[in-house]
């Protein structure tokens, strides 16, 4: 075996079936096998006349090669594209037009041809990272094919998943500045990430009328996340309207039939966005109530009332009910303050779901999701939204009978319609099989990182459709910040290394909170108490001690509410110690 193309090939392709071919490796005089390195996860590139394919080896055994002595080992590959043109303008493409025939020389992939292969084909593109095999290599996303066609990101606890997701937020708003971003942040990690480029909103600062609620929703609030009472769901049906009715005659200072008004007449629905005051339906409530005289019946609108004012009186609901019945229509400023319109230099909402009361998170989300859709819808998609939903399975489960279903359906009209307005989908999950698969079927770029879970994997096999779904069997064993991309985003099925996030922008979870005790916090009875008194004050509307009074604090309101809750350099609240160290009366 002394020619020169047995000395220089690595292989021999011994069988083509579909998108797969079978390599023969060659015991070459030159190297010995170890030397090779011919292993699972790299790229081999087949000589063909008219091309060179590209091929990824999904498998390597030395069982039941050729009687002949000329191979030592034989390995699967998966056809994924193929080099065209010449030395000077070689450029690449996806999928495979000429096969490559039996003998067709194999050689593992050059350098120059990896390169020809990622080679951005734009200035759409944005660095992500670099390839695994080949670091020398860097990785691009084609950030118009990632978005507009939705994406998701996903991956166990622990392996770089919210790093990733800062990452990839950092590369977009660096790449495209004036787009809107609204990240759902689940555990309050994200409040650091993105400095001055991201307003952070929680339960302080939010204002989010109930009046902006649709039907299921407000129900949904009333009912702490129960199914609600009929009886009283058809009174509330039909005082709602009402209610909005006479605010809008109060707003236009028609005094005229302002008692008796027919509700037929009033043109809204329960689900019209118009403000209406909840003392006015309380009020509609009360007068049902009046005209009974069968006791077990006022017993159902006593109820009612009870509910809307036990709700309307709990400080955590503040941001909902502050203001309940002084009225006005706020939409617009709720909407442009939600949304950056204008962005006034920060593009981008990060919404802390951590300190809202568990009974209405579903509710808000739902609200949210909703109102970023239907303002695509009637702007005509004119100011793009990237709308990401960290811990996106427990909004929209497979299980139809976990979670609210308003949320869900919000989340999947996004995902099936919202490219079309100008509203995109950015998915993040530690468990994909509990996923709507509906939802994460539209998503045609995946990140995937280490998955161990069985049904996972499996969930991942149905939606990649791509040639390399044999890729997907390293998902259980890849490393931390490893990634799998799949998709329209990516030049080809990818694995890779996510680069590294500078120190400011990693999330919480991965920059702090250690489970070394530290030595200095001094845990001792006015640690605990002044910990106690932070845990009251988020439930209750009594001062914190040594706060500022109310008359103090009300000129500073609006900066407060530009004020992120995570900040800074701990990715904790900035009272934290501060509010600590404060004496106890």
Not at 84 to 103: A, D, M, N
Not at 215 to 243: C, N, Q
Not at 556 to 561: D, P, Q, Y
Request: glycine share 8%.
């Amino acid at each position: 075996m002394t020619g020169s193309t047995t000395v220089t090939s690595l292989g021999r392709v011994i069988s083509v079936r579909g998108s797969l071919a079978r390599v023969g490796l060659m015991a070459t005089s030159q190297m010995g096998y170890s030397e090779i390195r011919a292993t699972v996860g790299r790229f081999v590139s087949i000589r063909c006349t008219n091309s060179t394919i590209v091929a990824m080896i999904t498998e390597v055994s030395c069982e039941n090669l050729p009687s002949s002595d000329n191979y030592i080992a034989s390995a699967s590959v998966d056809l994924l594209g193929e080099i065209l043109g010449g030395p000077e303008r070689q450029k690449f493409q996806r999928g495979v037009t000429h096969y490559p025939t039996i003998g067709d020389a194999v050689d593992l992939i050059s350098n120059q041809e990896l390169r020809t292969v990622y080679a951005p084909n734009g200035s759409d593109q944005i660095n992500i990272g670099t390839l695994q095999q080949d670091p020398s290599v860097v990785a691009y996303v084609d950030i118009e094919e990632m978005l507009s066609k939705h994406f998701a990101v996903l991956g166990s606890t622990g392996v770089g998943k919210s790093t990733g997701v800062s990452l990839l937020m950092n590369e977009i708003l660096k790449s495209r500045p004036n787009l809107r971003i609204f990240l759902l942040d689940v555990h309050n990690e994200y409040g650091r990430c993105f400095g001055e480029r991201a307003l952070v909103l929680n339960p302080r600062n939010l204002k989010l009328p109930f009046w902006l609620f649709n039907f299921e929703e407000i129900v949904d609030v009333l009912f702490a996340g129960r199914p609600g009472v009929p009886e009283e769901l058809d009174i509330l049906a039909e005082v709602i309207p009402a209610a909005k009715g006479i605010y809008t005659q109060y707003q236009n200072s028609d005094r005229v039939a302002f008692k008796r008004m027919d509700v037929k007449s009033v043109g809204y629905t329960v689900d019209t966005p118009v403000p209406y005051r909840l003392v006015d339906l309380i009020a509609l409530i009360d007068e049902r109530m009046g005209k009974l005289e069968n006791r077990s019946s006022r017993i159902i609108y006593h109820k009612l009332i009870s509910r809307i004012e036990a709700v309307r009186n709990d400080p955590r609901y503040a941001f909902m009910f502050d203001g309940a019945n002084v009225g006005g229509d706020t939409m617009a400023e709720v909407i442009s303050h939600l949304f950056r319109l204008p962005s006034n230099g920060r593009p981008m909402t990060v919404m802390q779901l951590a300190g809202f009361p568990a009974e209405v998170i579903d509710s808000v989300v739902s609200v949210l999701c909703r109102m970023a859709f239907d303002f695509g819808l009637w702007s005509d998609g004119v100011s793009p939204l990237l709308f990401v939903c960290e811990e996106a399975h427990r909004y929209a489960s497979a299980d139809r009978n976990i979670g609210f279903g308003p949320t869900r359906k919000a989340v999947s009209r996004i995902a099936k319609e919202g490219r079309k307005y100008g509203v995109y989908l950015g998915l993040v999950t530690q468990r994909p099989a509990e996923l709507d698969a509906t939802i994460i079927s539209q998503c045609n770029t995946l990140f995937t990182m280490r998955l161990a879970n069985e049904r996972d994997q499996a969930l991942l096999r149905s939606a990649v459709s791509d040639a390399a779904a044999n890729l997907l069997s390293f998902v259980p064993s890849l490393g931390t910040r490893e990634v799998l991309a799949f998709g329209e985003g990516v030049a080809l099925p990818t694995r890779l290394r996510f680069k590294e996030v500078p120190v400011h922008q990693l999330p919480r979870s991965e920059a702090t909170i250690s489970t070394v005790p530290s030595v200095t916090a001094g845990h001792d009875t006015h640690f605990v108490s002044a910990v106690l008194e932070r845990w009251r004050g988020a439930t209750s509307n009594r001062e914190v001690p040594n706060d500022p009074s109310p008359s103090e604090r009300s000129p500073a309101r609006a900066a407060a509410v530009e004020a992120p809750m995570l900040q800074p350099s701990l990715g904790l609240d900035p009272d934290r110690f501060s509010l600590l160290k404060k004496p106890l009366r």
